[in-house]
């Protein structure tokens, strides 16, 4: 039994154990992609060509699927031609693990396909600015609106009926109308954010005060406290952690939201250069475009949690006994 108290209910895991587990849940993923990259009889449904030979219209690295493939060598072989040679092979867009490594460097040292092309780095920078801003304005009209809505019922029943109702609208049907007010640089996709993120934030924060332990109320109301202080000494210290945990995942919403953003007249951003890299075919690139972006928000996150460790030390859940 002492072996598998992991797989009790509600147990907390010993720190050796959380990070092994932490680890696996990468390392899992990776192997299950390097079996598939790596093993031929597992899925390889095409073959890159190796060797032409005597076939005029085959390059070397082409794909071809395997029967079009063996169609051609017995042909070649049936008129005494050299036979092009070939290896087994995924899809072109499923590059190895060891493709995309490479990316990962050769994306930032890779001139742009076009001359009005951005680097990596560029796009990266240029994406981290556009949810710097959406997310900043979000979270400037939501937390406060958030707040009120949560500690007061009439600002409640205002404003949560409207924004029940908006948040079921889908961000990018305002893209065309953020174009048309904002025109085609970056205030669309700020814009995009922005509604993508702000209804959302209000309901969540709303929810958030509305835990807060009544129990801190009256107690601050026996001691003197009075209602137009209550708001600022209470309720929003009290939330605080609670906050601050919302807003770490919100903002992993306004990354997915980025991607729909910057589809509007993009010619900059991370968005356009996997869009450029997909149409050159270029995929390991691609695939290292994305993969940046998941440890950019994962680092961020992870940076984030450990501030709010020693923002709130109190904050943490009580250890089981043994």
């Known amino acids: 039994m002492g072996r598998h108290k992991w797989l009790q209910i509600h147990r907390p895991l010993p720190p050796r154990s959380k990070l092994a587990f932490g680890i696996l849940s990468f390392v899992l993923p990776v192997l299950l992609w390097c079996i598939i ?19 005029t219209y085959l390059d070397a690295g082409a794909h071809m699927p395997r029967d079009a493939f063996a169609s051609v060598v017995a042909d070649a072989t049936r008129e005494a031609r050299a036979a092009p ?12 693990p060891g493709a995309v490594l490479e990316a990962f460097y050769t994306a930032f040292t890779t001139p742009p396909e076009t001359k009005d092309g951005q680097w990596l780095a560029q796009s990266l920078w240029h ?5 710097f801003w959406g997310y900043l304005i979000s979270s400037l009209i939501g937390v406060p609106l958030g707040i009120l809505c949560g500690a007061y019922a009439a600002m409640a029943r205002l404003n949560e009926p409207f924004i029940e109702y908006f948040r079921y609208l889908p961000a990018p049907a305002f893209g065309a109308l953020a174009v048309a007010i904002l025109g085609i640089y970056d205030g669309p996709k700020i814009a995009i954010i922005v509604i993508g ?5 209000v309901l969540i924060i ?3 005060t509305r835990k807060l332990d009544p129990a801190l109320l009256e107690a601050a109301v026996t001691l003197g406290t009075r209602s137009h202080q209550l708001l600022t000494r209470v ?3 009290g939330i605080l952690p609670e906050l601050y945990r919302d807003q770490r995942i919100l903002l992993g ?27 050159y075919q270029h995929f390991a690139n691609m695939y290292a475009a994305i993969a940046m972006i ?3 928000g994962l680092g961020t996150d992870l940076v984030l949690a450990a501030i709010g460790r020693r923002l709130f030390p109190w904050d943490r859940p009580l250890a089981k006994p043994a």
Do not use: C, K
């Open 197 to 201: 993120t702000l209804f959302q934030q």
């Open 235 to 237: 309720v929003l210290p």
């Open 253 to 279: 919403w306004a990354w997915t939201y980025l991607i729909v953003a910057e589809l509007i007249g993009a010619t900059s951003g991370i968005t356009w250069f996997i869009t450029q890299q997909a149409r």
């Open 294 to 296: 998941g440890i950019i």
């Open 37 to 55: 990259s790596y093993v031929p009889v597992i899925w390889h449904p095409q073959i890159m060509v190796t060797d032409p030979g005597s076939v």
């Open 127 to 131: 994406s981290i600015q556009i949810i």
């Open 85 to 96: 040679r070939g290896v087994p092979a995924n899809p072109i867009y499923l590059p190895s």
């Open 206 to 208: 709303a929810n958030t």
